[in-house]
């Protein structure tokens, strides 16, 4: 054991310090093994349809012959759907159809899904139609050929029927689009049965997934994840917990969206690598529906953002289910809080793990030991074949708990940013990915986050980049200039700050306004402070430090 990994010795009884050899070639070669072990099992649970793992490997196949045909390997294939059956079935698809998945969130407003389509060059994108009127305000201004939408119950049967009409004629949740060149998941499907399918080999080395995440330079940025990062994470996680999850026997609560990276790799692929029984939650902002259906199944696992965790505490009833079976947790995407995980373990009798990760390290690259009794404050240990340091502005190694940035080595370290060598090559230096976040390690080898270099926000899990409010918001020909901080917040861990300095006087409903025309909901500023001139260095950039510090 080396000194320079004290968390070796913190590590559980019999797990090993690398993962070794890989014992797939890509991503779809791993889902296509699992479906076929697996395939009398339950997959996935959605609104109280279910599909076994069976279906999913013929109807995933289904959708990568028409995929084929219409394109090439390696393109790039978007999809922008919330947790429904349809997207495992995307995912799986493309991946066989050897195209890169990319995901996009579907609150994304026209500016932010119209940069992610070209920069990605998506050919296609599979679009829920409560969705599909944002898009047709941009699809004539990008490369995509092919539209396929679907509809929130296309996959439930005569209840989803009835669904889909209540949703569009009676709820009216459907608005208006015009889009040249549709087709329908379900007759992608159909078509796709009488077409012949091709095993498409790919490489380890190949793009898997185009995962989106702002940088600080606050242009969304696509972090190339291959066969290699996505393959090993899994292997990664999965050695973690080999002594806490078991094969057949899971059955995982899945109300993070899909296409965040932690829930992508967490409960859509490693899940499905114990031939899981996933139960997807559409609406999880509906606590008491989501606590309805939570009581339906005697779960095993549940991952989630604290956010999460806290709503559900705080819904009348959560207490009541059964949590007999269930005997893993796992937070990530954000800090978990003390508060929480307390009473977490006090309601559930599971204690809440905390992890950590990025985007760019597929995501997870430090978790804590499934044997933990109590939350400890720490985002765990490094997890096999994963090397951290912590350094000084310098790039030199810093003592044993002192401060300094967080960087991580290890095979689930994305390839790079796509078409940005520059940013690629700040990020990552030597093989190290340099994470912008303060960190400090124990004598045990335990990682604390303690503040991060970089100005990012993090509202309940998600990215929020100072840059693209401020862009967004000086977008109004009465703004001047702006700066956007994060401030701490109860329930969404951090929320959006804004400072603005305006020609005249303006109100701040009229800003929040306007930011909802080109932002995300997430991203929109919760408090709005008017000020007469911004902080600034000598060379005139606003100092967002002086900001968070009054």
């Not at 898009?135 to 989803?160: F, H, M, P, Y």
């Not at 819904?315 to 929480?340: E, Y």
């Not at 978790?367 to 009794?373: F, S, V």
């Not at 090559?425 to 970089?454: C, H, P, Q, S």
């Amino acid at each position: 054991m080396s000194d320079s990994k004290p968390w070796l010795k913190s590590y559980p009884k019999d797990i090993p310090e690398f993962i070794g050899d890989l014992s797939y070639d890509s991503v779809a070669e791993m889902l296509e093994t699992a479906c076929k072990k697996h395939a009398s099992r339950t997959a996935y649970v959605n609104f109280g349809k279910s599909i076994s793992y069976g279906q999913l490997d013929e109807m995933s196949k289904d959708l990568a012959a028409y995929l084929q045909s219409k394109f090439n390997k390696g393109d790039s294939i978007a999809i922008m759907l919330p947790n429904l059956l349809q997207y495992p079935i995307a995912v799986f698809g493309i991946l066989r159809a050897g195209m890169a998945v990319t995901n996009t969130n579907p609150l994304y407003t026209p500016r932010e899904l119209k940069h992610q389509l070209n920069d990605s060059s998506a050919k296609a994108i599979i679009v829920i139609e409560n969705y599909a009127c944002t898009l047709a305000e941009v699809i004539n201004e990008t490369n995509v050929e092919q539209v396929i939408t679907t509809q929130i119950g296309d996959l439930l049967g005569l209840k989803g029927s009835f669904m889909n009409f209540m949703i569009k004629k009676v709820k009216k949740m459907v608005p208006a689009f015009n889009i040249d060149n549709t087709i329908t998941f379900k007759q992608v499907l159909n078509k796709g049965k009488s077409l012949t399918f091709a095993e498409c080999k790919t490489t380890l080395d190949d793009i898997a997934f185009l995962q989106y995440t702002g940088g600080t330079t606050g242009v969304s940025k696509g972090a190339m994840l291959t066969n290699r990062n996505m393959v090993s994470n899994v292997e990664q996680v999965r050695t973690w917990n080999q002594n806490s999850l078991q094969d057949g026997k899971e059955i995982v609560i899945t109300a993070l969206p899909l296409y965040h990276i932690f829930a992508l790799n967490a409960n859509c692929l490693l899940f499905t690598e114990y031939g899981a029984k996933n139960i997807l939650i559409t609406n999880p902002r509906d606590m008491p529906g989501f606590v309805k259906e939570m009581g339906k199944h005697k779960f095993t696992a549940m991952t989630g953002v604290n956010t999460l965790f806290n709503g559900l505490l705080n819904t009348p009833g959560f207490a009541d289910i059964d949590f007999s079976n269930f005997r893993f947790s796992l937070g990530g995407g954000m800090a978990v809080q003390k508060n929480t995980a307390e009473r977490w373990k006090k309601a559930t009798g599971v204690t809440l793990l905390e992890a950590y990760g990025l985007t760019e390290t597929s995501p997870a690259a430090c978790i804590n030991p499934p044997t933990l009794e109590e939350y400890n404050g720490m985002i765990g240990l490094p997890i096999p074949s994963t090397d951290c340091k912590i350094i000084d502005d310098d790039g030199n190694i810093m003592p044993m708990g002192e401060r300094g940035e967080l960087c991580i080595k290890g095979p689930q370290v994305m390839k790079g940013y796509l078409n940005r060598p520059e940013a690629t090559a700040e990020t990552i230096v030597d093989g190290w990915l340099l994470t912008g976040d303060v960190a400090v390690m124990d004598e045990n080898g335990y990682f604390k986050i303690v503040d991060r270099k970089k100005d990012m926000i993090l509202v309940s899990g998600f990215n929020v980049y100072p840059n693209e409010i401020e862009d967004a918001v000086c977008l109004h020909a009465n703004i001047i200039e702006a700066a956007a901080i994060g401030i701490p917040d109860e329930k969404s861990g951090e929320v959006v700050k804004l400072f603005v300095v305006v020609e005249t006087e303006m109100t701040v409903d009229a800003v929040k306004t306007h930011c909802r025309e080109h932002l995300t909901g997430y991203k929109i500023p919760r408090h709005v402070e008017f000020r007469e001139d911004l902080p600034k260095s000598n060379v005139g950039k606003i100092l967002r430090k002086d900001l968070r510090d009054k």
